[in-house]
Nanobody, 119 residues
Framework: QVQLAESGGGLVQAGGSLRLSCAAS????????MGWYRQAPGKQRELVAT???????NYADSVKGRFTISRDNTKIPVYLQMNSLKPEDTAVYYC?????????????WGQGTQVTVSS
């Protein structure tokens, strides 16, 4: 099992910045990929950014050039630096940990942290 806890959300004006953090505990050595997802009201949860154990990153087109996913030398914590925030970035942001075991994917989720960007 893996437990995830996000922090760092809040209210910010358009053009501002926030940094989210994700702390993990439990069987963290089994994690293959860490990531951030978000869900806005009335919309499906969507990928924001991911980072593999090898440090390979992937971003949604909507956040490329504005958001950066990173981590310390160990797998955790994982950060999401969000710059040039827009009102459309308003959502609950969830930390995700992915384990791939014998070809089967297992996802773990945090409880989410609210990010609100005012215009």
């Amino acid at each position: 099992q893996v437990q995830l806890a996000e922090s760092g959300g809040g209210l910010v004006q358009a053009g501002g910045s926030l940094r989210l953090s994700c702390a993990a505990s439990g069987n963290i050595f089994s994690i293959n990929v860490m990531g951030w997802y978000r869900q806005a009201p009335g919309k499906q949860r969507e990928l924001v950014a991911t980072i593999t154990n090898d440090g390979i990153t992937n971003y949604a087109d909507s956040v490329k050039g504005r958001f950066t996913i990173s981590r310390d030398n160990t797998k955790i914590p994982v950060y999401l630096q969000m710059n040039s925030l827009k009102p459309e970035d308003t959502a609950v942001y969830y930390c995700n940990a992915l384990r791939i075991v014998l070809g089967t994917s297992v996802n773990y989720w945090g409880q989410g942290t609210q990010v609100t960007v005012s215009s």
